[in-house]
């Protein structure tokens, strides 16, 4: 092992249904090593139900029953597993047009989600909107470049959320999209939007220092890469630090396996994402090594179910 940051590049990819992937973590000595299971979702869009059989692109996919059978069997078999989501919970079917968000989130905290992070159609019946909704969430919503001090959300949102799995300390933290042209003004009145790059500079040094995080994931609400230089999720693990997973959202790209970008150390940076509509849920492994009082993370894989 070169460092705490070391990478062994073995990675597993799946189409198929859960269990038909294999990762010999068996063969590894119980004291020796810890799996972590993050499960993920982003743009789910409040498509409750899965897309009809007849559908020309996601016949019979997605739907919540599913996607809550699939988190729960993983769960059985997994003994440290965290459930993400990148943003856009609200907007694309009648049931936010009925309920607000409410039964979304109503049904998220059923699926005990862990945490997760806000997406610019989440203001689309404004701060205001998203606030009404908050209380029937039962999990932490995170963001750190959000200024909202001056709105119904102040005191809210969580910059970052830390997690302690068989004494692995995994720090989680949000970052959103520049609203201003994706979101009626005053729909997000008095919100400041910050540089997220930076600001991920910032949380992710916090979690790596302050916090002593073993694993590091960002929930970016942000989209994955763009023919310029705005922010995305690829400038972001270019120009990181300490940051191991980008859990991306916001331009609804289908990545079966992560892509691995490396940042300004030469340390690997893995980007994850699952389309939209929650058709796909994300599945990744990441294996620690006990090293003393810390960890290494020695091993990695993926898969989409």
């Known amino acids: 092992m070169q460092n705490r940051r070391t990478f062994l590049k073995q990675m597993t990819s799946a189409a198929a249904a859960y269990g038909m992937v294999s990762w010999p973590f068996e063969t590894f000595a119980a004291d020796e090593f810890v799996k972590i299971t993050v499960l993920h979702t982003n743009d789910v869009h409040s498509h409750i139900d899965p897309f009809p059989e007849n559908d020309p ?8 029953a599913y996607r809550h059978a699939l988190i729960n069997k993983i769960r059985e078999q997994e003994k440290n597993v965290l459930l993400l989501d990148a943003g856009d919970i ?3 079917t009648p049931y936010f047009n009925m309920f607000g968000g409410e039964l979304e989130m109503k049904l998220m905290s059923r699926m005990q989600y862990d945490a997760g992070t806000i997406g610019n159609h989440d203001f689309d019946n404004g701060v205001e909107g998203l606030v009404k909704q908050m209380p029937h969430l039962n999990f932490p919503l995170l963001n750190t470049n959000y200024d909202v001090s001056k709105t119904l959300l102040n005191g809210k949102l969580q910059p970052y959320k830390i997690f302690e799995k068989e004494h692995v300390r995994i720090g989680v ?27 991920a500079a910032v949380t992710s040094h916090i979690l790596k220092k302050k916090e002593k995080c073993d694993l590091i994931i960002c929930l970016s609400h942000m989209g ?14 270019k120009q990181s630090l300490n940051i191991d997973l980008i859990i991306g959202g916001h331009s ?37 090594r006990r090293k003393q009082e810390n960890f290494d993370k020695c091993q990695y894989s993926k898969s989409v179910e």
């Open 90 to 92: 609200f907007q694309g």
């Open 224 to 237: 994955f890469k763009y023919p310029d230089q705005r922010p995305s999720d690829v400038v972001l693990a």
């Open 252 to 288: 609804h790209t289908m990545i079966e396996t992560p892509y691995e970008y490396f940042n300004r150390d030469g340390k690997s940076v893995w980007i994850a994402q699952v389309g939209w509509a929650g058709v796909r849920l994300g599945k990744i492994d990441f294996i620690l």
């Open 57 to 64: 692109k996601y016949p019979g996919l997605g739907g919540v």
């Open 173 to 199: 933290f949000g970052i959103g999209v520049d609203l201003n042209g994706l979101v009626d003004k005053k729909m997000w009145q008095g919100l400041v939007y910050n540089d997220p790059i930076e600001s």
